[in-house]
């Protein structure tokens, strides 16, 4: 549609209505008070507006003014001739009742003080000219001889007599001869005297004690104010009072409010509308009103034109009602105007002697008309009525209308006084003017809508006296509204306005006293349209419709303007039209134009939006393509994204205006034009950067990511059903690639300048504060853990909207995060060897003794002696301390970790997007776990008789891979180290065990080498390899293989695992510092030290002759391990200044599982296929043994007396290893032939276990090796024969919750698999079990086999790894 038709649309009329509006002129009250309506002039609309404010003047009640009128002279009052005779009259003095009470001028004396000072408080004592008396008299009676005489005879006649004295001369002082209107004062000063000696005999019991006296002060009282009964007229005061008179009427506009507002709405002086006053006063009368009045009153009872027909309402009901409450309106309306003048009551029509009398109504008599007058002028006259409405209710006021209609003046020809000929057009245009005034001349605090205060009063009183009812004042409002509006004088803010002033009820304060209009006290949306003149309704709908068509166009014209910076708003508009157009009962809405009016908007807004999209890409984007960089794409996105959020938040509360959407408008028009253009743009930028070689700042990359994914969230948002144009991850993928290599670079560096600036201490604030374990660890530790969230945090940062990426992602950082921990764990582990390894003092004083073969025999002697004596403590560094509590803190850090990344949904997405395919690849590199377990019979070194083992592994390029720790004075070592190695091909590797020695060079013991191939191992199955050494004696190496993979969780179990072997070489470190004092301690020469001590004393008992062997008591057996209970107590309280809780424990348990060896060591030999040289242990000594292992479990335990347990906790107590020494009593002393059918039965259990369970796994997805899965080696091979459990990979250790459950797991196997490990252990000590042993050798090999080539065969079925397996959900959990 063009705009030339949508304006056509907008501006077109309503044909329909014109119809209505010649039909409505043809029945309007207007058509009945004349043939036609006539233009008002100003001047007219002038005349009649002053008419009726100078009436509401006239009418108006009267004010009244206070006035002072004089009192009138009083009548001239006599006084007291001779006081004398009054006292001797009411006081005799010679009964002795009525004499004074002793002492009574004191309490006299005291009161009159009290006078004279102002302090009395009886009224009428304070006048200035009393005072004056009392003092006068004061001082009479303080004389002595007037004292003394009053005080013998005790009378009250010389009392008053001298009082009377003193009053006579203070008052008759200034007053000229002949003046004696100050005598009358002395009587009432003598009165004031009297009560003032009654009052003191009061006061005193005189009522009661002296009666007689009392009566006759009161009587002497009562005669001396006979001419003056008030004693409380304030003397100074003049005589006279206020009174209230009306005030007469000026006739000046100044005093009238009503003919100022008229003046100003029509814009002429004071002078002017004086003069003009001047002129009509003796036309604009009370008499003119009150003929009006009647006039009308005539017309509206004889159904006459001039006033509102039957014909004019729709329905009868609604006339007479409006009739019905037209009678007493005119009647309150007459009495205004009588109370305003009685004297127009007094005649039969207040009118002129030339002018006949006005008819009255045919029912009325010249009786009943003159009564009301003569009943309203006396009720008006009566000074004692209430209020002007206080007349008897038989006056009727119908009765003024007289018999005479001839001379009534025609309503038709115009000649009422203050009633216009078409009311109605004289209220619209006065309406008009006051409406302009009231705009031109800003709204006040009083403004009421378009009107002020003084313009509705005027337009009020208009209505009243014109007979205009609600309805019609109201719409005629409406009219002045709507016209100003369509000639644009009037805003929609304003309209909406003049809606609510004509929809909402007068305020309280006016219906107290409504005005005289029918139905004032409702608004426009209370009063039925029923009772609505038809001239009025139709009115009413031409004027919704014409302010429809015109809030269409300003609507139209607003919203064109919606996508600008500052647009004009669109609410009032929506709101006039929603809230007074289309719920008014009166309007019908089109659906087909409205239809039409949503479609043209829309199209409207369409181009608007292209527009301003085409103004952004001008403004954003360089015309040289050269130039193009992100940060254009950028602004161009932001300056999309901040007008779609102003529009969002512009229209929060309004989304959809007229059916149309601005929002859904705009983004359906722009946002397919710029992703489109984007794209372009990117693709555009990104190619001339790979030309030209350069790299693009990658902040600029991520910047524009985050603007492009919120242009897609409010394009999904506000389009659902239109997918985005283009994949932003896939476009800006490499910038985050770019960024993780970046990071991988970044990490290494920085572990290693976090390590050369970390000086392992604990981080305490002083020395007397308390560590807490958060304080163990130091810096390097968390900064690289701080590195690791924050480097994480980046990628979560993006909220990158693609899972697979996502989880890509997440597996490099893992990737980074590995190898940084384990070059931490690396760098740690080397310096805490050489920390623990560094000589102690006591160490280097002994080194310099050490220089000769001699000399070193000397030392070795006594180290011997000294293992006696007490052991000193070994001195731990504290900074050695904190790497280990590093380590135990880095793996809590890395479990969060761990959580925080959701490593186990990122492998599933992977998993579910690569599918099998990706799982039978050859991997690129393996991972070999080689676990370093023992050694038997190597050569002895040291001069008495033994080793001091430990285990170096290089590879074919002398590169070391790992180092043992050392075992101290055995042939039989055993390690239990593993280290990894990652290979891509085969690779030599060689073992070499040497003796440490603590002075000079170490010895070499023997070597061995080994081939890990990937090939041999490609089963992925662990293998066990007994290596002969090129010199004596043999070592076990258990070799497993793993893939290495390009996996979330493989690498956190790398990094888990490195944790945890470091923190167990460490700890395994720490051990061994103590391990010789506890091999030292339970070894079997401190048993045969215990108990050739009671053997000697058996000795010396027997020479003695004595009658008791002594025996080995408790005490005994527990004081040969004091000096170990005390050396580990002086280790523990060093170590646990530094150690966090769960380290400590770590270490007790580690010297746990090193004493549990020690003991095994004592009672059974290593597992092996060779008869052993180790002698059983009587039964004597296994009680020995026993009894330590219980005190030993009771000091790790550590129960306090409430049975708390301080130390390790008893499940950790209770090992595996722990059952198995408790289980050797069933079996130490069996026969031999016992032992073998129970090997036998047991081994026979083991294998049908074994074959179940390789069955059930055949229908399983494995990653590793099952339980006892072993394999034929190229050697003798007999180790732990089938107790080879499943190896420890690295996908077991991706957590510290896999890592415990797979704890638990092996400790239920193995209290659920009981193994014959003891009993062929038990059978190396009996020669007779030597073939026995081999047969068992060659049953485990051959069960190895089975199971090896049963897991070939599967894995040939399978194909790869967890083909079928279950995926997990698609979706990544963000953090």
């Given at each position: ?66 006035q ?21 009259e ?123 006296l ?23 005061q ?59 009153q ?48 007094k ?6 002697a ?69 009311p109605?057009?004289?209220?619209k ?19 009421n ?146 239809m039409?009016y ?89 190619q ?21 994914v ?76 701080q590195?690791?969230h924050q ?88 900074e ?46 393996y ?30 390029y ?68 007994w290596?002969?050494?090129d ?54 020469e ?57 380290t ?32 059983p ?100 091979a ?42 062929l ?13 081999k ?6 090999e051959r069960?190895?086999?089975a ?29």
């Amino acid at each position: 549609m063009s705009s030339v038709s949508r304006k056509s649309y907008i501006h077109r009329r309503i044909d329909s209505l014109q119809s209505v509006r010649s039909t409505s002129e043809r029945r309007s009250r207007g058509g009945s008070l004349a043939a036609r309506s006539i233009p008002v002039s100003h001047d007219d609309a002038y005349s009649y507006a002053l008419r009726v404010a100078y009436l509401h003047y006239l009418v108006q009640p009267k004010t009244k003014r206070k006035q002072w009128v004089p009192a009138p002279k009083p009548p001239p009052r006599t006084h007291t001739s001779n006081i004398g005779d009054l006292v001797k009259e009411f006081v005799p003095g010679n009964s002795t009742s009525v004499k004074l009470p002793h002492s009574f001028q004191t309490p006299l004396l005291k009161r009159m003080e009290g006078v004279i000072r102002g302090s009395e408080t009886l009224p009428g004592y304070n006048d200035a000219a009393v005072k004056k008396t009392f003092a006068q008299a004061y001082t009479a009676f303080t004389e002595a001889s007037f004292k003394k005489s009053i005080d013998k005879e005790r009378k009250v006649e010389p009392l008053v007599l001298i009082f009377y004295s003193a009053a006579t001369k203070a008052c008759g002082l200034g007053h000229t001869p002949g003046d004696d209107s100050w005598k009358l004062l002395v009587d009432r000063h003598v009165a004031l005297f009297v009560r003032l000696v009654a009052h003191i005999l009061r006061a005193q019991g005189g009522d009661r004690d002296k009666p007689e006296l009392m009566s006759r002060l009161d009587t002497l009282e009562k005669k001396l104010l006979t001419n003056d009964q008030n004693l409380f007229i304030d003397t100074s005061q003049d005589a006279g009072k206020h009174i209230e008179v009306i005030v007469p009427l000026s006739y000046d506009v100044k005093d009238m409010p009503m003919v100022q507002a008229v003046a100003k709405i029509f814009g002429l002086a004071h002078s002017d509308v004086q003069a003009h006053l001047d002129a009509q006063r003796p036309n604009w009368t009370e008499e003119a009103a009150l003929r009006d009045l009647k006039a009308y009153q005539h017309r509206l009872n004889a159904n006459m034109s001039g006033v509102l027909q039957s014909q004019d309402f729709d329905v009868e009901e609604a006339y007479q009602d409006w009739k019905k409450a037209e009678g007493p309106f005119l009647s309150a309306m007459m009495m205004e105007i009588l109370t305003a003048k009685p004297e127009l009551a007094k005649t039969s029509s207040g009118a002129t002697a030339s002018e006949k009398a006005l008819p009255a109504s045919p029912s009325s008599s010249r009786h009943e008309e003159e009564q009301s007058y003569s009943d309203l002028s006396r009720a008006l006259s009566n000074p004692n009525r209430s209020s002007i409405y206080g007349i008897e209710n038989r006056l009727s006021l119908s009765s003024m209308t007289l018999d005479d209609t001839s001379s009534i003046r025609a309503v038709d020809e115009a000649h009422y006084t203050f009633i216009p000929s078409d009311p109605r057009e004289f209220l619209k245009v006065i309406a008009n003017y006051a409406v302009e005034f009231d705009a031109m001349h800003g709204k006040g605090d009083e403004q009421n809508g378009p009107f002020s205060k003084q313009s509705m009063e005027l337009l009020t009183e208009l209505c009243v006296r014109w007979r205009i009812p609600q309805f019609t004042r109201l719409i005629v409002y409406m009219e002045v509204a709507a016209r100003r509006f369509t000639d644009t004088l009037f805003t929609v803010i304003d309209l909406d306005c003049a809606f609510e002033l004509v929809k909402s009820t007068p305020p309280e304060k006016e219906l107290k006293k409504p005005p005289h209009i029918y139905l004032y006290s409702e608004s426009l949306a209370t009063i039925d349209r029923g009772r609505w003149t038809l001239a009025d309704f139709t009115t009413y709908q031409q004027t919704l419709r014409t302010l429809h068509d015109a809030l269409l166009r300003e609507l139209y014209d607003t919203l064109m303007h919606c996508y600008q910076p500052k647009p004009p708003s669109a609410g009032p508009a929506v709101h006039v039209l929603q809230n007074h157009i289309f719920d008014d009962p009166s309007f019908s809405r089109k659906e087909e134009e409205a239809m039409e009016y949503t479609k043209m908007l829309q199209d409207g807004m369409v181009e608007q939006a292209e527009t301003v999209y085409r103004g952004f890409l001008d403004t954003e984007i360089p015309p040289d393509q050269q130039d193009w960089n992100f940060s254009h794409v950028k602004n161009l996105g932001n300056a999309v994204v901040k007008l779609c959020e102003k529009i969002q938040k512009r229209y929060r509360n309004s989304p959809v205006i007229m059916g149309v959407n601005p929002l859904t408008v705009l983004a359906d028009t722009i946002f397919p034009s710029f992703e489109n253009d984007a794209h372009e743009l990117v693709k555009r930028i990104m190619q001339v950067a790979r030309d030209n070689g350069d790299e693009l700042p990658l902040q600029d990359g991520f910047d524009l990511y985050k603007e492009l994914v919120e242009i897609r969230r409010i394009h999904r948002s506000s389009l659902p059903n239109q997918p985005f144009t283009f994949d932003i991850e896939e476009l800006l993928v490499e910038f985050v690639w770019r960024w993780i290599h970046n990071a991988e670079e970044r990490a290494e560096e920085f572990v290693e300048q976090a390590m050369k600036h970390d000086q392992f201490q604990v981080r305490g604030q002083g020395p007397e504060q308390a560590l807490s374990d958060a304080d163990r660890h130091s810096h390097s530790v968390i900064d690289m853990f701080q590195l690791f969230h924050q480097t994480a945090d980046q990628v979560f940062q993006l909220e990158w909207d693609n899972d697979v990426h996502h989880a890509r992602f997440m597996t490099a950082l893992s990737k980074i995060f590995a190898n940084s921990i384990a070059r931490y764990c690396e760098i740690v582990d080397q310096r805490f060897v050489k920390e623990m390894d560094t000589p102690r003092p006591n160490e280097q004083e002994a080194a310099a003794l050490a220089q000769t073969t001699q000399s070193r025999f000397m030392q070795y002697a006594k180290d011997a002696w000294n293992n006696k004596e007490k052991m000193e403590p070994f001195q731990f560094y504290p900074e050695s301390l904190v790497k280990l509590n590093n380590i135990e803190w880095a793996m809590q850090e890395l479990d969060k970790l761990e959580r925080t990344m959701n490593v186990d949904a990122c492998a599933a997405i992977l998993e579910k997007v690569d599918g099998p395919k990706k799982q039978v690849r050859r991997p690129a590199k393996y991972v070999f776990t080689i676990k370093i377990v023992e050694a038997e019979e190597i050569k002895a070194c040291d001069p008495n008789g033994t080793s001091d083992p430990y285990v170096v592994l290089v590879d074919e390029y002398q590169k070391r891979l790992h180092k043992t720790r050392i075992i101290m004075r055995t042939l039989n070592p055993r390690w239990d180290e593993s280290v990894d190695v990652t290979v891509s091909s085969a690779l030599n590797i060689v073992a070499t065990i040497w003796d440490y020695d603590t002075f000079g060079d170490h010895d070499f013991v023997g070597r061995t080498s080994l081939k890990l191939d990937p090939i041999h191992f490609s089963d992925y199955l662990p293998r066990e390899f007994w290596l002969d050494l090129d010199t004596q004696g043999r070592i076990l190496l258990r070799v497993s293989m793993e893939g290495e993979r390009d996996d979330i969780q493989f690498y956190f179990g790398k990094a888990f695992r490195h944790l945890k072997r470091t923190e167990r070489d460490m700890v395994r470190k720490i051990t061994d510092k103590l391990s010789r004092h506890i091999n030292a301690s339970l070894s079997h020469e401190a048993l045969r030290n215990l108990l050739g001590r009671n053997l000697a004393s058996q000795v010396n008992s027997f020479f003695k002759r004595s009658s008791t062997i002594p025996t080995l008591t408790d005490a005994d057996v527990e004081n040969a391990l004091q000096s170990l209970f005390a050396y580990f107590n002086d280790n523990f309280s060093t170590m646990k200044e530094t150690l966090t809780d769960a380290t400590m424990v770590a270490v007790m348990t580690r010297l746990w599982k090193e004493v549990l060896m020690a003991i095994e060591a004592l009672v059974v030999p290593p597992l092996s296929d060779k008869p052993s040289s180790q002698r059983p242990l009587n039964q004597r000594e296994l009680d020995v043994v026993f009894k330590w292992l219980k005190l030993l479990y009771s000091f790790f335990n550590a129960q306090d007396e409430t049975g708390e347990v301080l130390g390790v906790p008893a499940e950790v107590l209770k090992s595996p290893k722990y059952h198995e020494l408790n289980s050797l009593n069933f079996f130490y002393f069996d026969s031999t032939e016992n032992l073998v059918r129970t090997s036998e039965r047991m081994a026979a259990a083991t294998a049908q276990r074994q074959q179940q369970q390789l069955q059930g796994q055949l229908n399983s997805n494995r990653l590793s090796a099952p339980p006892t899965f072993g394999a034929a080696a190229a050697g003798p091979a007999f180790a732990s024969m089938g107790t080879i459990r499943r190896g420890k990979s690295i996908m077991m250790s991706r957590n510290l919750g896999t890592m415990r459950r797979a704890k638990e797991e092996k400790r239920k196997e193995a209290q659920a698999d009981p193994s014959d490990d003891m009993i062929l252990r038990i059978l190396r000590m009996r020669p007779e079990a030597t073939g026995y042993l081999k047969e068992r050798h060659r049953q485990k090999e051959r069960m190895a086999a089975a199971a090896a080539a049963a897991m070939i065969v599967k894995q040939s079925v399978s194909q790869g790894w967890n083909s079928a397996g279950a995926f997990g959900r698609g979706g990544v959990p963000r953090r």
